[in-house]
Every structure is written in structure tokens, then in C-alpha cells.
């Protein structure tokens, strides 16, 4: 499938500028066949040292539970009008929120730039909607934030937060002009994350690896369609010390939400940005804010709010053990079994549960998730 470019809007200078010269988009992927697949891989040389984790259940230090935004047709960026209130829906990220809400967060600055009103109420405090506020206030909008949760209580908090578009939507509803858009969202979140300091926004570079049967590396369909952002090598079975299969290493970026929600809310409100906690339930409410410009980054929110009946949960459980700093480095196994290591905790995640509203952790999916990493890191799956 060929992305096709954007065409230009007024947003487009800062965009440009941002981006610079790059061609340079949650956390799950699969290693089957894919519509586009990327050139193959370089081989790796030498032998590839890699601490395994302590996995020992003793070392569980919580278990959580949340819900992804998804809607079978992707994310949804686009403006709908009420009355005298113009509102831009931003939302439906399915299992890559933190990953692409700048690139999407541009999407919705050009609807914004492109009618007269410079003042702005969004709707959400999680990773779509920070990002969002903050890409307004950087071309001039006032701009106010109404969320019924601020972080650590976003769902955001809990998102594994790797760089990487994953679970975004159904195969039959990918099409070249979501591919475009798409792959700009990437390329310009990709470019976003890197220019934001590492220690004050959590943002870091790691490796990640595939694990996999298979010698050639085939990514998903939203990683194919920008190649540039994830290149990768393999280490051959024998060169490394998790058995008889392949690793193929690509470099991402882990975003820590602990640090990085907080300190997107003090650059918000540093560039005069004002934030309320107030619940909306109706869209009599959204219309009653003193704000004629309203972006809706509320995620599964606007089922209710807006009527979005397409909207539904994806469950995904988290076990959470103590934090170990010798592991510098992220795990992607089969069935979407992942490890991602944060200062706050090693992350295990790879739990995909369509239509399940429940935030309360299952002990049952606890054991398990320690059981499949077990297995990963042990060779047996």
C-alpha cells in the first residue's frame, strides 16, 4: 500500500519545521503477514549479552487493568458543528494513544487553524488530550482543559507507552487514505518525542526485540508504512541467550507516563493554559462552556458524550513487578506477550479483550501473564 502525501493547510510551516529534513507511529504487533512488508533486515555480528529479568512472583508489586479507546475504522479526527460550537473529535486510538497523539494532535490543529477562533476548550487530560492543548497553545490559542481526571488517574497512566502504532484499527477497514494519515501521525509524533528532553519527560531510547521462529522480520501493517521509523536487524539463533530463535532488534522510544503525563501538565499550564475538573454528560454541557472551539479527546468518553456507538473497550492487564535497572532493553514474544521496563516497574503486559469494561485486575490473568513470560524468556514458547 503507498501512503499518499498530505496535502498543505496552514499548519504546514510548523510542521515543516518540526520535522526538519526527517522522512521520518501502545504497544502490541504481530509477527504474521502484513499488506506492506519492509526490507529485510540486517544481519547482527558478535554475540548479544542480554540480563534476564528476575520474573519470580514475589516480586509482583501491583496489577492493573484498563481500557482502550478502539473503533474498528481507526481514530477518528475530524469536525462536527453544533449550533454556534465548532468540535473537532479527536479520539479512538485503540492501543497507541501515547504513541501517535502528537501526529494526530497535528491532524486536529488544521481543523482548528482553519476557522477564526482562538479560543479553545479540550476535552481530556491523558496523553491525546495534553499533547493537543499543547500543539494549540504553540500556534496561539488560549486554551483551557476540562477533563473529569487529571494524571495519575488517565488511563494514559497505565498505557505501556513503547512507541510503536499497534491495534488501531480492523484489517478490512485499512484504506491508502488512512494509511496516509496514518503515517504522517507517526513520522511527526516520532519527531516530536525526540525533541523532548529525556529525563524531564521520561522519553528514552531502548532496544526492542521480536522474538520469533521466523528468520525474516515481518511488521504490521501501521509499522510498514513508515520503515524509516523502525529498521531492524536480526540476531540469529546462537548469538544470543534466549534459545533456538530469532531477535529482531529495532530502536523505539518507551515514554514513562509517570513522568511524562506530569510534566506535559507543568508545560501546559507554564504557556498559561488553564485546567478544570469538571465532568461533562451531555453535550448540552460541552455546548454551555464559555468556549466556541471545543476538541473532544475524551477516548471512550464519546460513546456516551457523543453518541459514538462504534467506540468499544479492548481490556488489557498489566502485572507489574519490582523495578530492575540492568534492564535496559524491551521484549515483543508471540501472542503479543511483551516486556517493557520502566523506572517504575517492569511492565508485562499482552492481554487483548474485546467488549470487556472491567478495570478490575483478574488474578487469574496475573498468573498467566508471569506464566507466558516465564515461557518467553526460557526458551519454551
Not at 32 to 53: F, I, V
Not at 228 to 237: C, Q, V
Not at 278 to 297: H, I, Y
Amino acid at each position: 500500500m503507498r501512503a499518499t502525501a498530505l496535502p498543505d493547510t496552514p499548519s504546514s510551516p510548523p510542521r515543516r519545521r518540526l520535522l526538519g529534513g526527517a522522512l521520518a507511529g501502545g504497544a502490541l504487533l504481530t509477527l504474521g503477514g502484513c499488506a506492506t512488508r519492509a526490507a529485510g533486515p540486517a544481519p547482527a555480528t558478535g554475540r548479544l549479552a542480554l540480563p534476564m529479568p528476575d520474573l519470580d512472583p514475589s516480586l509482583l508489586i501491583r496489577e492493573v487493568a484498563g481500557l482502550r479507546p478502539f473503533r474498528p475504522a481507526g481514530f477518528r479526527v475530524e469536525p462536527e458543528r453544533f449550533g454556534d460550537t465548532l468540535v473537532i473529535h479527536h479520539y479512538g486510538h485503540g492501543g497507541c494513544g501515547v504513541t501517535l497523539s502528537w501526529g494526530t494532535a497535528d491532524l486536529a490543529l488544521r481543523h482548528a487553524l482553519a476557522q477564526p477562533e482562538r479560543r479553545a476548550a479540550v476535552l481530556g487530560c491523558g496523553a491525546v488530550g495534553l499533547a493537543t492543548a499543547r500543539l494549540l497553545q504553540d500556534h496561539g490559542f488560549e486554551v483551557a482543559i476540562y477533563a473529569r481526571e487529571l494524571p495519575p488517574d488517565t488511563v494514559s497512566n497505565i498505557a505501556g507507552a513503547q512507541f510503536g502504532p499497534s491495534g488501531l484499527l480492523d484489517a478490512e477497514h485499512r484504506t491508502d487514505a488512512f494509511g496516509a494519515r496514518l503515517a504522517h501521525a507517526a513520522r511527526f509524533a516520532h519527531r516530536r518525542f525526540q525533541l523532548l528532553p529525556g529525563e524531564r519527560y521520561g522519553v528514552r531510547w531502548m532496544p526492542l526485540y521480536f522474538v520469533s521462529r521466523r528468520p525474516a522480520w515481518s511488521p504490521g501493517w501501521e509499522w510498514a508504512l513508515t520503515p524509516e521509523l523502525f529498521r531492524a536487524r536480526t540476531h540469529a539463533p546462537g548469538t544470543h541467550p534466549l534459545g533456538d530463535r530469532y531477535l529482531h532488534e529495532v530502536q523505539t522510544m518507551i515514554i514513562e507516563p509517570t513522568i511524562y503525563l506530569p510534566a506535559m501538565t507543568d508545560a501546559f499550564r507554564l504557556a498559561g493554559g488553564r485546567i478544570e475538573v469538571r465532568e461533562l454528560k451531555s453535550l448540552d454541557d460541552v455546548r454551555a462552556l464559555p468556549e466556541r472551539l471545543v476538541v473532544n479527546c475524551t477516548g471512550l468518553g464519546a460513546r456516551a458524550l457523543f453518541g459514538d456507538a462504534g467506540l468499544q473497550p479492548v481490556r488489557g492487564q498489566l502485572a507489574v513487578i519490582v523495578p530492575q535497572p540492568q534492564i535496559d532493553y524491551a521484549v515483543i514474544g508471540a501472542g503479543g506477550t511483551y516486556l517493557f521496563p520502566r523506572r517504575d516497574g517492569l511492565q508485562l503486559g499482552g492481554t487483548h479483550e474485546r467488549g470487556a469494561w472491567s478495570t478490575v485486575p483478574d488474578p487469574a490473568t496475573t498468573a498467566d501473564l508471569l506464566a507466558r513470560h516465564r515461557r518467553l524468556f526460557g526458551g519454551q514458547d
